[in-house]
């Protein structure tokens, strides 16, 4: 199963019924990425941590069934270290739904940066199946 899938983000059409997150590279840092999945999720009240969205995004108890998709338009700016936590936080959580029928947790890339993910997954060591293909926009 390949977790992440590229496509042209702006071309993506989404269900209605479903939840969704858009990060762009407008999100400068952890506190203002954490602060776009609150925005979406209220996570706050666990804090304002790499832990707290762990949290929210293994629970979604509050959440009526549906899909939830984080749509990447391109990368947030983050530090090494917290680009490494994003990028494997994203795949745990898919792989965490993919055994619960409440939610599929979802992850768009534009293809743009396709490329860019790669070189860091390979820099860092992350060894998780990227999707070899573009898939086009639904």
Aim: aromatic share 18%.
């Amino acid at each position: 199963k390949m977790i992440y899938k590229f496509v042209d983000v702006n071309k993506l059409v989404l269900p209605k019924s479903c939840y969704s997150v858009y990060v762009d590279d407008h999100t400068h840092g952890k506190k203002e990425l954490l602060q776009t999945f609150n925005d979406r999720f209220h996570f706050n009240k666990w804090g304002w941590n790499w832990d707290a969205l762990d949290d929210v995004c293994r629970d979604f108890n509050w959440l009526k069934n549906g899909d939830i998709y984080v749509v990447n338009k391109s990368l947030p700016q983050l530090n090494n270290e917290d680009m490494r936590i994003y990028l494997g936080s994203l795949y745990t959580y898919s792989e965490f739904w993919d055994k619960y029928p409440e939610h599929n947790f979802i992850v768009y890339f534009d293809k743009s940066i396709r490329d860019e993910i790669y070189k860091f997954c390979e820099q860092y060591k992350m060894s998780f199946p990227l999707s070899s293909e573009v898939e086009e926009g639904k």
